[in-house]
């Protein structure tokens, strides 16, 4: 009996569920007839008294079937059988009431032309019970069926998080579904709680765990569209965490497209978080340098290689040659470049490879007739490579040294090292490494006469892989908190297109001193990058970009919190773009010229022989301690941890300002380059 009654139920739901449209709103214009004689009965029983007519239904046979009759064509009239039991609303509702009022009319017209001897008040009950009869049975019917469903059926339990019109509207919704069962609300408003709304009470969300264990709930459905992003994706994190499935819910407004259904978020252009100028679109000489020239960009796959090759794709070169150790990066970039170029005179080349692989530097020095290279390949994610010491000095500082020497015996006109700030005094080994490399490039340029060898020194790049702009706006889309090393910490920023364009002007001036100029071989160009920018300006800069507000002490109710986690290892609380004093400036306003020391001959093959013998052996520690001997002002990390807060801002923030060149006792003149 267990078993065979939800059986019986689910054949008697098949069975209805079977049925045609047709036989369906027959059973429903029938039971619309049948509410007739039902009216007539309740009528009489709520009415009897002497003076009512005689029998069961107040009115002969005949007037019982003529009103019946009445009742089947004003319900096929006004569509009564082709509304569906799970649809029938306020507007069928309203027909209903129609139909009952036309059922009542006509049951006055029969009274008195038939003298059927109705008192007037049994006519207008009649009409009321008629009316209810009406919407009792579709109600009756629609539970019916769902419950002959349900049995047996599994059901998912759900919470409603948000008990405004959504969470109303979408309760009303559930509560017609055959496997979805609404058991409660929850909602942050203490004036809602404990209230019971569509049914359904509500309750504060301190008391979810205990309603989820007690009912049973599988989900919470979020309908709260007109709160924040931010704020709902803290309560899904904070739900999530009771191992509960959460949905959030748009409004229904944005469904019909009178709100935007995307959320506030949106992309935060670069460029305009800089706080200073940008370089000029267009910078004079720079496509005559490698027009009709090969020219090979190492790390081509990375941010700042892959945007070198579409801006020199854009100088027409004869052949541009992509050398990358990812492969996925080399195929994307290789799509990207051969669909620029189209018909173009420029040839794409594509090498898979390792600028540490000695054997495949000089085979395609050779084999492609490289003139000018761009070394931007580098491990630069400083808290990877603290931890990866031995890959990072092997990759920036033997890589670059492999590289190099490959383009000097090839006779390659151009060499030209991307570097970075945090080369200047480092605190970290992948700044360390990075200074080592320009001190390699600084001596090869010494003992070298047909490659000029040159180095482009610049801060952050803002929305490269790693930056701060992709974390925070991946940080920002999962609602915070947006996380900041220290409230003091600053950076020189840029964008990877200024990058690349400067990368391309320092080439083109080496370009014109190998043309027969006196050449500065060696030279380490900076730019002139403005002020530093604090970091946590930034954050709130990209918060409110964001379309959202800061929550702090001030603001409690804000969308997004900014939160300090404390230095890294590695890190500087300011970073320097000079190491020695002053500058020269250069044919270009924004690109200076530093003056720096570096180590001798001797000094360079002692160190890259230790750093190739740890590397040999894997030995992390002796990596680290050629470091310390041979690179000038380096502290490890854990002393730059402790030194941290003790560091001057005026000392890490010197930067290659327009004053500072004013002051200096001479210029270089366009021809010394």
Known sequence: ???????????????????????????????????????????????HNAAMPAGFFGVAPASLVLLCAAAAVASDM??????????????????????????????????????????????????????????????????????????????????????????????????????????????????????????????????????VAERGVNRVLLAMPSVSWPKQAQIVRRLQKMNLDVHALPSFAQLVGEEALLDKFRPVVPGQLLGRGQLDAELPGTRAAYAGRTVLVSGAGGSIGSELCRQLLAC???RLVLFEVSEIALYTLDMELRALAGEGPTEIVAVLGSVTDSRMARAVMATQGVEIVFHAAAYKHVPLVEDNPVAGLANNVLGTRTLADAAREAGVARFILISSDKAVRPRGIMGASKRLAEMVIQDMARRTTNTIFSIVRFGNVLGSSGSVIPLFQEQIARGGPVTVT????????????????????????????????????????????????????????????????????DHPDGDIAIEFIGLRPGEKLQEELLIGEGFLTTPHPKILHAREDCLSEIEIAAALRALRAAVATGDAEAAREAVRRWVPGYVPSGAAAAAASAEPAAAGARTPSRASVAHLSREVEVGSL
């Open 1 to 47: 009996m267990g078993t065979g009654q939800p059986l019986l139920h689910k054949r008697v739901y098949r069975i209805a569920a079977g049925m045609t449209r047709l036989q369906k709103r027959i059973i429903l214009l029938a039971v619309d007839c049948l509410m007739v004689p039902a009216a007539l009965a309740l009528t009489m029983a709520l009415l």
């Open 78 to 211: 006004l569509g009564m059988p082709r509304i569906k039991l799970n649809a029938f609303e306020m507007r069928a509702t309203l027909k209903a009431a129609v139909f009952a009022a036309i059922l009542t009319a006509v049951l006055g017209v029969m009274n008195a032309a038939m003298g059927i001897a109705l008192p007037g008040s049994a006519v207008v009950l009649f009409g009321i019970l008629f009316f209810l009869l009406i919407w009792a049975s579709r109600v009756a019917m629609l539970h019916i069926l769902l419950w002959m469903y349900r049995v047996g059926q599994p059901k998912c339990r759900v919470l409603i998080y948000g008990a405004g019109t959504t969470g109303v509207q979408l309760a009303a919704a559930l509560k017609s579904h055959e496997t979805i069962d609404p058991v409660a609300f929850i909602d942050d408003n203490p004036a809602l709680q404990s209230l019971t709304i569509a049914g359904l009470k509500v309750f504060p969300p301190t008391q979810i765990e205990q309603i």
């Open 316 to 318: 027409r070169p004869k």
């Open 486 to 553: 220290h409230p003091d910490m600053t950076r020189f920023f840029m964008t990877i297109t200024e990058a690349a364009r400067l990368v391309l002007v320092v080439g083109s001036f080496t370009g014109a001193a190998a043309e027969g100029r006196t050449a500065v071989s060696g030279t380490v160009f900076v730019l002139d990058m403005g002020k530093p920018v604090k970091i946590v300006d930034l954050a709130r800069q990209m918060i409110e970009a964001s379309g959202y507000t800061v929550r702090d002490a």
